[in-house]
Nanobody, 115 residues
Framework: QVQVVESGGGLVQPGGSLRLSCTAS????????MEWYRQAPGKQREFVAG???????NYTHAVKGRFTMSRDNNYHTVHLQMASLRPEDTAVYYC?????????WGRGTQVTVSS
């Protein structure tokens, strides 16, 4: 069974930066595609960034040029470096690890951008 755990959230001023991390822990041999989603109060969950095993990361338009997603060589840890944060980035950020027939989610980490 895969356990997905996010970390790095917190309170930051507009224009500031945060780095989120996510680790998908398992004992099996499979690697997972990994993505970041976020859900703001009163809004639906939305895709933020994602990366497969070898391809480049892709991003939703709202964060392009500000967020950078990376994946460690162990394939089980990803990061989301967030810069130039805006109040509209405030949300719970969720990490998703998935492959065919399997879909695992973390419990999320709160990011609040406010002065």
């Amino acid at each position: 069974q895969v356990q997905v755990v996010e970390s790095g959230g917190g309170l930051v001023q507009p224009g500031g930066s945060l780095r989120l991390s996510c680790t998908a822990s398992e004992t099996g041999i499979y690697t997972y595609n990994m993505e970041w989603y976020r859900q703001a109060p009163g809004k639906q969950r939305e895709f933020v960034a994602g990366i497969f095993t070898s391809g480049p990361a892709n991003y939703t338009h709202a964060v392009k040029g500000r967020f950078t997603m990376s994946r460690d060589n162990n394939y089980h840890t990803v990061h989301l470096q967030m810069a130039s944060l805006r109040p509209e980035d405030t949300a719970v950020y969720y990490c998703r690890a998935f492959r065919a027939g399997f879909d695992f989610w973390g419990r999320g980490t709160q990011v609040t951008v406010s002065s």
